[in-house]
């Protein structure tokens, strides 16, 4: 199992920008790719990006893709570098492990949740 712990939240101006943290512990979390997921008032959590394991491949939601980026260090560390944020990047940000190690975009495909970092964008 893959603890997950974010950080980075808060309330930022529109067309600011962010990063967000995830520490992960565990012994097998290398072998995970990580994913980044979204839920704001009212509305489903949504796929926001994800890395490999490797941190090859990375992969976006349309609606973010061009000022959200997705790294990973082998310390124990994954980001969401967040640009140009938009009041409708308001959300609750989790970072969730995917064992099979590829990328998927689907919640059900991801094993272990953080518990979330409250991200607000002032218009």
């Known amino acids: 199992q893959v603890q997950l712990v974010e950080s980075g939240g808060g309330l930022v101006q529109a067309g600011g920008s962010l990063r967000l943290s995830c520490a992960a512990s565990?012994?097998?979390?290398?072998?995970?790719?990580m994913g980044w997921f979204r839920q704001a008032p009212g509305k489903e959590r949504e796929f926001v990006a994800a890395?490999?394991?490797?941190?090859?491949?990375t992969h976006f939601a349309d609606s973010v893709k061009g000022r959200f980026s997705i790294s990973r260090d082998y310390a124990n560390m994954v980001y969401l570098e967040i640009d140009s944020l938009l009041p409708e990047d308001t959300a609750v940000y989790y970072c969730?492990?995917?064992?099979?190690?590829?990328?998927?975009?689907?919640?059900?495909?991801?094993?272990?949740w953080g518990q979330g970092t409250q991200v607000t964008v002032s218009s």
């Open positions: 890395i490999d394991y490797n941190g090859g491949t």
């Open positions: 969730a492990a995917d064992p099979s190690g590829v990328l998927h975009t689907e919640m059900r495909s991801y094993s272990s």
């Open positions: 565990g012994r097998t979390w290398l072998t995970h790719s």
